[in-house]
């Protein structure tokens, strides 16, 4: 952050400020008229600037233009992927009327227990309400899944699977998943592949072709774009069946009029984080490096969760459970100073839940409860992690009373 009274924004995970370059170009946009779909002057100039969008963001993902199916955001493609993609290679009936089990359709969908919630509770209404199967891999105390893991699962029974679906990135721990070996543990056994890379593509080189996926997920404003666009990258040959019905827009995979200028926007943000990757990721993992320094001086009991600072870790992820706490409470107290952060966890209906990544990674009730989730970005500072190494201690002693006392 950039003045001394503005707040310390440590939630990059969330939202993450739009770019300046994005700004301009969404509001030089937005004064513009017309309907991509149009066939008129003012429809063919907004086509035109959504086609030219759709090329730098397939150039930035490694992908070929046609490849890019525009949707409202990270929660829509990760539908589309899955449910979609279940839809496609969900094989019934013939199996049913030849006296065969109903478990021998092809129904079951694959997936890790550290989803973020637009996979997860996909997969778990699926399970629910459309015959499919679920499959959970369960990670490593790191977080990590390891490709062995997939392909025992998967060799049970390969021609009951419709479609793997693990993520890059996780958006708690900041886990990066080996995404290339398992795409193809998939594809030794003929099984599309989809990955979730909407962290991952605003801190680490995405590259769709490289990666071997058959379906990839990204969103604006995780990378200095507008909320509410993004894409699922498909391969030539996956064809979903769509959630969304309507005006054949995006080759009938999604229907709905496109929005020309957050389209423009989410491309040049792209871009631009592309193009300051480089430096961005030094500067941003130092800092992040620095913040847990100074976290665990200030509180040498918290635990760092999720794998080491390196490779397998997002630069500007630090997520710790502090012993004693409970991360809510902690989370208000900081914020009281000026400090935002995250628990990372869902609160459904005013609820805060434990955090269902920390479980699946083996920490019992207490430690997924006392966490917090600190991630930097492009805007950060030293004078971030400076204001949060000055304020931490008093913070958890509090929190720590706090829950004494209950
Ligand atoms: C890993 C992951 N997937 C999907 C989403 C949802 O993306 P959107 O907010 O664009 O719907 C998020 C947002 O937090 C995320 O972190």
Known sequence: MSSDSSPVYLDHAATTPMRPEAIAAMTEELGQLGNPSSLHAAGRRARRVVEESREQLAEVFGARPSEIVFTSGGTEA???AVKGMYWARREHGARREHGARRSDARRRVVTT?????????????????????AVWLDPGADGLVQ??????????????VTVVSVMWANNEVGAV????E???????YGVPFHTDAVQAAAQLPVDFAASGADALTVTGHKLGGPVGVGALILA???????????????????????????????????????RKRA?????????????????LAAVPDAVLNGP?????????????SFPGCEGDALLMLLDANGIACSTGSACTAGVAEPSHVLLAMGADDARARGSLRFSLGHTSTSRDVDALGLVLRDAVDRARRAAAAR
């Open 147 to 160: 490709p062995d893991a997939l392909r025992a699962v998967i060799a049970q029974a390969p021609e009951q």
């Open 308 to 320: 080491p600072p390196g490779p397998a870790r997002l630069p500007g992820n630090a997520h710790f």
């Open 236 to 274: 030539r040959g996956a064809a979903p069946v769509p959630v969304l019905h309507g005006g054949g827009q995006e080759r009938d995979i999604r229907s709905g009029t496109l929005d020309t200028p957050a389209i423009r926007a989410f491309a040049v943000a792209a871009e631009a984080c592309a």
């Open 177 to 180: 998943q080996p995404v290339s």
């Open 78 to 80: 990760d539908n589309l």
């Open 279 to 295: 430096d961005e990721t030094e500067r941003v993992t130092s800092l992040r490096d620095d913040l847990i320094r100074q976290v």
């Open 113 to 133: 227990s550290v989803e973020h919630h637009a996979i997860l509770d996909s997969v778990r209404w699926l399970a629910e309400a459309q015959e499919a199967e």
């Open 182 to 188: 398992l795409a193809a543990v998939a594809h030794e």
